[in-house]
């Protein structure tokens, strides 16, 4: 019964073993050179002899790897000739998972896939189905406009959860404190909100799963008043401080093509100067009705992106005061008996609603036959979501673009000639989360 | 029963539905799937397409993923399609003109092959590899044809219809068997 199936290997091999498509692969060379450009390069460089060169193994369980990436890097001295990140340690079928629960569990699922910024995982399902279905021009106002406070707070708890562990593995540890205290503010408010702190199922299709709480807009206040001077103080412990610029300025650089090529999305995009967003670029929620401005880099290396993440804090910090000031009543999902279930006092008086309300729950309501393709901004970049429904109540397939799963790509490209010490610089600016890597 | 001239219209509309031809782009069937393009491209245009298209400024490829329509083989598609069991799905971006396309490519089962699109966009390596752990479809062309999620000894292929769920051994990699 055993057969080896003979697919290659994932590991980095010694140089030898290679064609040379592999070795420009894994030395990074992504971008597409007609042959009178190649000449116009002369030769390229020699292989350096095998024996002044050496093959490491960095991970999967390394203290600045963000979980299970594990890395081959191949040096010669302290200077990272080939890198191959291999991904699949936390592997866990989740889209396998995602064919067997109904349209109505998926965001279980889903929202545990890129665990910093589970809500907008759950969105980019719900606005899936939500397309599938039809009535993804119905959701109620207000829905729109939480999902937006929603999705913005969980960008500046991802943005600053990554402050905390750029901080972490760049040596400046006091910033990990920093980070994760600023990050426990917002998490605090989303369990008061959801009742958890992370994967939340709480954006559902058709709107969400509760209104907020009274007392929701002086929390949110409260977390506004509050990070603006903490930001400050990263800014003096480490924007303006020359140790840090010395570990981070020039470091991992990509270049505008380079990452159009890779399918690089976000921050990392961003910090090459290219402007996309797709919350200005292919609006989506309300967000054409509220001021931001997209915060791009010029030089493509990892200060930009540390950079760029702080200020989209502050321009997340922006879009909630706005959201605060123009927050509208109303119902906080859509009144469509189809994908809404009765409420809790219809069911102890209407047989009806209770007959409906275990309907809905146990079988999940029928998504009419399609495909659909929805893309949002996550903080980490483009996040999406394929879905193709035959008419069941489970998604046929159920596929998502993770963007740290494409952003990991870079890695070969930015550790290019640098030193290993450079490496866990390189890594933390991709800021990637593996859960969704590995999905 | 004589023909009423209502009745008769509605012929003549049937008629003229049936012989206006399908939209086409670039040669492909073209659909839209809830407002979204969708292009039914031939396995044998599928690099000359996606080239096409690069040049027209789609200049990133956001998705490439795969779907096994083994148990739902009666989808709908344009007439000029032959529903195979796989289908390769690839999203196209266009960030300047801010606007995307969708090239689905059917793939039969007896000879799961494509070429890769890694030429004309290295960030589909990484999909590339995942669509063949997954489904077992091989790129030809491809710099790094391993598997990626998986155990590289791993037998059968996980987001297959038919991959037995729950019924098979847990396979752990190097452990005596």
Request: proline content about 6%; overall charge negative.
């Amino acid at each position: 019964m055993t057969m080896i199936a003979d697919e290659g290997a994932q590991e980095l091999r010694p140089r030898s073993e290679l064609t040379a498509r592999e070795l420009l692969r894994e030395v990074g060379s992504v971008l597409r050179l007609s042959e009178a450009e190649a000449a116009k390069l002369g030769d390229l460089p020699e292989d350096p002899d095998e024996d002044q060169t050496m093959i490491i193994n960095m991970g999967p369980s390394h203290p600045s790897t963000h979980g299970v990436l594990r890395l081959m890097l191949e040096l010669q001295g302290e200077t990272v000739l080939r890198c191959k990140p291999i991904i699949g340690y936390l592997h866990t079928g989740m889209e396998k998972t995602g064919e067997q629960l109904t349209f109505m569990q998926g965001g279980t699922n889903v929202t545990r896939m890129d665990y910093a910024s589970p809500l907008n995982n759950e969105l980019v399902f719900s606005m899936a189905t939500e397309k599938l279905l039809g009535i993804d021009g119905d959701i109620p106002e207000r829905a729109q406009w939480m999902r937006m406070l929603l999705s913005e707070l969980n960008r500046m708890s991802s943005h600053l959860l990554f402050m905390a562990t750029n901080g972490m593995d760049l040596g400046a540890v006091s910033m990990m404190i920093y980070g994760w205290r600023e990050r426990e503010e917002v998490l605090r408010f989303f369990q008061k909100v959801t009742g958890l702190r992370m994967n939340h199922n709480f954006v559902r299709p058709g709107g969400l799963a509760a209104d907020l709480p009274p007392g929701w807009r002086d929390d949110v206040l409260r977390i506004l008043d509050l990070l603006p001077e903490r930001l400050e103080e990263y800014d003096i412990l480490m924007t303006g401080q020359p140790i840090w610029r010395e570990r981070l300025q020039g470091v991992g650089v990509i270049t505008p093509n380079e990452a159009l090529a890779l399918g690089a999305t976000g921050p990392i995009l961003r910090s090459t100067g290219v402007e996309w967003d797709l919350r200005r670029h292919d609006p989506y929620l309300r967000y054409d009705e509220v001021e931001f401005d997209i915060i791009v880099g010029s030089y493509g290396d990892a200060f930009d992106r540390y950079a760029i993440r702080l200020n989209e804090i502050r321009e997340s910090m922006r879009i909630v005061r706005q959201i605060l000031d123009r927050m509208p009543e109303g119902d906080y999902r859509i009144q469509d008996k189809k994908v809404t279930p009765p409420p809790r006092a219809r069911i102890d008086e209407s047989m009806e609603a209770l007959i409906h309300h275990f309907k809905i729950f146990t079988e999940g309501f029928k998504v009419p036959e399609g495909e659909v393709y929805v893309a949002i901004e996550s903080p980490r970049g483009e996040i999406g979501c394929y879905i193709a429904s035959d008419g069941s109540p489970t998604p046929y397939r159920m596929h998502v673009r993770a963007p740290s799963f494409v952003n990991i790509q870079c890695l070969p490209h930015m550790m290019r000639g640098g030193l290993v010490a450079d490496a866990v610089a390189v890594i933390s600016s991709v800021d990637p989360v593996l859960g969704e890597v590995d999905r | 029963m004589t023909d009423t001239p209502e009745a008769q219209s509605e012929d003549a509309t049937e008629e003229a539905e049936a012989s206006i031809p399908e939209p086409e782009m670039l040669g492909c069937p073209m659909t839209e799937s809830r407002g979204q393009i969708v292009l039914h491209v031939a396995r044998d245009r599928y690099v000359e397409v996606a080239k096409q298209l690069a040049d027209e400024g789609y200049a990133m490829c956001v998705d490439l993923t795969a779907v096994d329509y083994l148990k739902h083989m009666d989808r709908e598609l344009p007439t000029s399609v032959i529903g195979e069991r796989f289908e390769i799905v690839v999203n196209l971006l266009d960030i300047t003109h801010s606007r995307r396309i969708r090239l689905r490519t059917q793939v039969p089962e007896a000879d799961a092959t494509i070429a890769t699109l890694f030429d004309l966009y290295p960030g589909t390596e990484a999909m590339e590899r995942e669509v063949f752990d997954m489904f077992g479809i091989s790129f030809e062309g491809h710099p790094d044809p391993s598997r990626i999620l998986m155990p590289e000894d791993w037998n059968g292929y996980p987001l297959r219809k038919d991959f037995q769920v729950g019924t098979i051994p847990v396979q752990f990699k190097g452990a005596a068997s």
